[in-house]
């Protein structure tokens, strides 16, 4: 069973820091899976954020370049975005996502808060 758990969030101030965690079980994330987080604010639609192939390759959401950056680590087999510079319309919440890249199943956490905010 896939369990994907996400932590790290809370309140930040404008131009502040945060990094967010998910720590995966059931699958390795370095091991044909796509990882990535997304993120829904209040009355918006769930966008993509940051993804990271299993052959290492990153992308960002055009927004988020440059100040997020998306890593993991294998030997913990977790899955990790630092958030710099981060601004008010950052605010939502953060969901960790795997897609097996052979079958297409897909996996969710179930999300961690993040406020932007003086």
């Known amino acids: 069973q896939v369990h994907l758990v996400e932590s790290g969030g809370g309140l930040v101030q404008p131009g502040g820091s945060l990094r967010l965690s998910c720590a995966a079980s059931g699958i390795s994330i370095y091991a044909g899976y796509a990882m990535g987080w997304y993120r829904q604010a209040p009355g918006k639609q769930r966008e993509f954020v940051a993804t990271i192939t299993s052959g290492g390759s990153t992308y960002y959401l055009d927004s988020v370049k440059g100040r997020f950056t998306i890593s993991r680590d294998n030997a913990k087999n977790t899955l990790y975005l630092q958030m710099n510079s981060l601004k008010p319309e950052d605010t939502a919440v953060y969901s960790c996502?795997?897609?097996?890249?052979?079958?297409?199943?897909?996996?969710w956490g179930q999300g961690t808060q993040v406020t932007v905010s003086s």
């Open positions: 996502n795997a897609v097996n890249s052979r079958s297409g199943l897909s996996y």
